[in-house]
């Protein structure tokens, strides 16, 4: 049976102390029709304020020096993170309607790289399938391309030095648009 995913977002409220906390929300019909919609809440916001702090202290890592913000391997650290979080949200039956925005503003990075590192995570799944040669912003260009197989190619060149920079990559895939 095919059961449709239960939208929640995740929002930041300020309590009558001052303390800023996750708030995760759903609609209150949700709340009305099923008894363990809000323990289910509690379980998600608590969830994601561990993501958030785990996030964030491999954001520290990945902006230490220049070497690190290119680092495929720290990147997939953090996208498998990310999307590890969104798939257990899954299972329990609930859709992030404003992951990447919640995302983004919880790590101070943008929509844009929120969204490169769930496709990064999904792309390649496994760490094994990345090349560390190849850093981050040349994966960015890689994951613009739909095709898996044109993906594989460029990566490809990439390893054999026929696409040096992200320019050539770009070049590369204009001619794929002709």
Not at 4 to 17: G, Q
Request: net charge positive.
């Amino acid at each position: 049976m095919n059961k449709t995913l239960i939208p929640i977002m995740i929002n930041v409220v300020k309590d009558p102390d001052g303390h800023e906390r996750f708030r995760a929300v759903t609609s209150l019909e949700e709340i009305a029709r099923t008894p363990s919609a809000g323990k289910n809440m509690i379980e998600i916001q608590e969830a994601y304020a561990v993501l958030i702090e785990n996030c964030r202290a491999k954001l520290k890592i990945i902006r230490e020096n220049r070497k690190n913000r290119g680092d495929p391997l720290l990147k997939w650290e953090l996208a498998k993170s990310i999307n590890d979080f969104i798939k257990s949200i899954k299972k329990r039956g609930y859709f992030f309607v404003n992951c990447s925005r919640a995302l983004a503003r919880d790590l101070g990075i943008s929509i844009r790289e929120i969204d490169y590192l769930i496709k990064f995570a999904n792309t390649f799944p496994k760490k094994n399938l990345l090349h560390p040669q190849i850093n981050w912003n040349k994966y960015r260009e890689i994951l613009d391309i739909k095709s898996r197989s044109l993906q594989e190619e460029i990566i490809q060149k990439i390893l054999r030095g026929e696409l040096r920079t992200r320019d050539d990559i770009r070049k590369f895939k204009r001619t794929l648009r002709k």
